[in-house]
């Protein structure tokens, strides 16, 4: 069983930054990729990054790459979203997600298990 708790959302203005936290409880944290998704009101959840149980693999959905870094410390059971450069349209709620085995999952039915979402709303 593992639980995600997901922390750093909030309000910032277009170019500014966030970090977002998913701190994850049990024991098998390290055997598992992570990602994160988000989701805005009227659209459907997207993949926005992901991270391989190890951190040597890390991929972007196309219109964060460049701006947003995944990162993951997993003595600390700790996976980040580092969100540079933000833009109105990254307004929504970001969701941790993991999935059992050596890579990230970039479907939204591919998570085992989720957290509960951060809102992060950026003004223009």
């Known amino acids: 069983q593992v639980r995600l708790v997901e922390s750093g959302g909030g309000l910032v203005q277009a170019g500014g930054s966030l970090r977002l936290s998913c701190a994850a409880s049990?024991?098998?944290?390290?055997?598992?990729?992570m990602s994160w998704f988000r989701q805005a009101p009227g659209k459907e959840r997207e993949f926005v990054a992901g991270?391989?149980?190890?951190?040597?693999?890390?991929n972007y959905a196309k219109s964060v790459l460049g701006r947003f870094t995944v990162s993951r410390d997993n003595a600390k059971n700790t996976v980040y979203l580092q969100m540079n450069s933000l833009e109105p349209e990254d307004t929504a709620v970001y969701f941790c997600?993991?999935?059992?085995?050596?890579?990230?999952?970039?479907?939204?039915?591919?998570?085992?298990?989720w957290g509960q979402g951060t809102q992060v709303t950026v003004s223009s």
């Open positions: 991270i391989s149980w190890n951190g040597g693999t890390t």
């Open positions: 997600a993991a999935a059992f085995g050596p890579t990230a999952p970039r479907a939204p039915n591919g998570p085992n298990y």
């Open positions: 049990g024991r098998t944290f390290s055997n598992c990729g």
